[in-house]
């Protein structure tokens, strides 16, 4: 019911910066929560950020002054930005979003289908 698509990934040096985008369509009015999560080569899936409607968010402890998630309501779009990149960043970035469950909304996680970032060194 809702589809998410993530944009912005590519190559970066060390040190520097690249902004994430992710624009969710379709029954877009049972989102709660969206957010950003990733995943290394040989490693688990982790939460980067999350943000709710309302604005509060949260980080992962390591991505704590370096990334900031944003989110505009009324376009259905969040966004990462991403400062002084560490190699440690390099994964697959993929944009989430969390439906209420309430009424006629089913309480599903949805999924963007990612969008890689390398940070050289």
């Known amino acids: 019911q809702v589809q998410l698509v993530e944009s912005g990934g590519g190559l970066v040096q060390a040190g520097g910066s690249l902004r994430l985008s992710c624009a969710a369509s379709g029954d877009t009015r049972c989102i709660a929560a969206m957010g950003w999560y990733r995943q290394a080569p040989g490693k688990e899936r982790e939460l980067v950020a999350t943000i709710t409607s309302g604005g509060s968010t949260n980080y992962l402890d390591s991505v704590k002054g370096r990334f900031t998630i944003s989110r505009d309501n009324a376009k259905n779009t969040v966004d990462l930005q991403m400062n002084s990149l560490k190699p440690e960043d390099t994964a697959v970035y993929y944009c989430?979003?969390?439906?209420?469950?309430?009424?006629?909304?089913?309480?599903?996680?949805?999924w963007g289908k990612g969008t890689l970032v390398t940070v050289s060194s």
């Open positions: 989430h979003a969390q439906s209420k469950r309430v009424f006629w909304c089913n309480g599903a996680d949805y």
